[in-house]
């Protein structure tokens, strides 16, 4: 008969009890292509988990393969990944209370400064999701996935094939736009919207389908933009985009997770959500270098066009932002989100007003965000 010696029944029950440190390797999946920033912060973060965790963790990563992003939510829901960069933009009716923060980017513009607002935006995101927005987390967990990472791109601006600085010169102007603010404030400058896949942008200008592209410097590069491209302003009509879930962890796998292993996982999303978005600033820098090699003009807008768009601005998140929520989506606190959310950025701002590198951005991440997380409970209710 078959019998353990005292020594392989100590060695089998100390397996048994710890079998859950037992080496694990997490699948994590994201709609950018490789070599892009996006993609080569994903390889920070995969180095950072092994590091936090003493190598019991690490991390398989599939850029622009397993998952799109527009099938990512359903993805991680059904463990296709462990982990997957969420925008919940493309999923309004599963996570609008995300959106609606998101939204309220515009608010930027009262910063008193122009660079590194995604910083300070995706820092507020961070905080306020993970700390104080239950509907936010409440969504998330309906679809079995927990945000543990969060960024936000550069300053939205105009890029033209023409120069505009003005009220009058954004009159009848087609503008392509990323997101329902920008388009209400396209309608409002007497600007027409339109709505064009990414990879037909350099085609609509260069054919006079759309007169201005709303995004951000990097663009100019990243989409061959600066050969067409004539005339940028980079701060109006300001705003970031910071509809991001970039580290969402299926549910089933944080909760099988060691207390240990999830304060990996928090300490390497504090690194990952700091080198994304500090590259997102440094490709800024860049973009708006570029454009001066390139011979594109950067330009001011007139005073009027920028106090009028922060007039928008202000009315949009209250009158607008707030209640369309509210209607749309059944969300009852929105008045009271837009409120504690905008006292939360107005915080940020000051924060992230010296950061100088993605190492102080990690630190300021983790002391006001994700140390304030426990990881004996967080995602586990």
């Excluded at 398989?60 to 969420?86: H, N, Q």
């Excluded at 309906?142 to 009058?168: I, K, M, R, W």
């Excluded at 000051?350 to 951005?361: K, R």
């Amino acid at each position: 008969m078959f019998r353990l010696t005292g020594a392989l029944t100590l060695a089998f029950t100390t397996a048994l009890a710890t079998g859950a440190h037992a080496d694990r390797t997490l699948n994590y999946a994201y709609g950018f292509p490789p070599e892009s920033d996006a993609d080569l912060a994903a390889h920070t973060y995969a180095e950072a988990l092994k590091e936090f965790s003493g190598g019991t963790l690490t991390m398989d990563v599939y850029p622009m393969s397993l998952l799109s992003f527009l099938e990512t939510p359903d993805g991680i829901r059904d463990g296709m990944a462990d982990i997957g960069w969420t925008v919940p933009a493309y999923a309004p009716a599963l996570f609008p209370s995300t959106n609606m923060l998101a939204e309220l980017n515009m608010q930027t513009l009262f910063a008193g400064r122009s660079h590194s607002l995604n910083l300070a935006y995706a820092g507020a995101m961070g905080e306020y999701v993970m700390l104080h927005c239950d509907s936010c987390q409440q969504e998330y967990k309906a679809h079995n996935q927990l945000y543990t990472g969060f960024a936000a791109s550069p300053t939205y601006g105009l890029q033209c094939v023409e120069p505009v600085t003005t009220l009058d010169d954004l009159k009848g102007k087609r503008l392509r736009v990323a997101g329902a603010q920008w388009a209400r404030w396209a309608s409002a400058v007497g600007a027409t919207s339109v709505s064009l896949p990414l990879n037909e942008i350099f085609e609509g200008l260069s054919q006079g389908v759309i007169d201005c592209v709303i995004t951000s410097t990097p663009e100019l590069t990243n989409m061959g933009l600066v050969d067409v491209v004539k005339a940028i302003e980079p701060d109006i009509p300001g705003g970031t985009f910071a509809s991001n879930a970039m580290a969402n962890v299926n549910l089933d796998v944080w909760r099988d997770l060691t207390e240990e292993d999830r304060l990996a996982m928090l300490k390497a999303a504090a690194r990952y959500s700091a080198d994304v978005t500090w590259r997102y600033e440094m490709a800024d820098r860049e973009g708006r270098e570029t454009a001066k090699q390139a011979g594109i003009e950067i330009l001011t807008a007139d005073p009027a066009l920028m106090e009028f768009t922060k007039d928008f601005a202000k009315s949009d998140a209250v009158d607008t932002i707030g209640p369309n929520y509210a209607e749309k989506y059944g969300l009852e606190t929105a008045p009271e989100m837009v409120t504690e959310f905008l006292a939360v950025l107005e915080k940020w701002v000051g924060l992230t007003a010296d950061i100088a590198s993605a190492e102080e951005l990690e630190q300021l991440y983790w002391n006001e965000v994700y140390a304030k997380l426990d990881p004996a409970g967080y995602g586990m209710d």
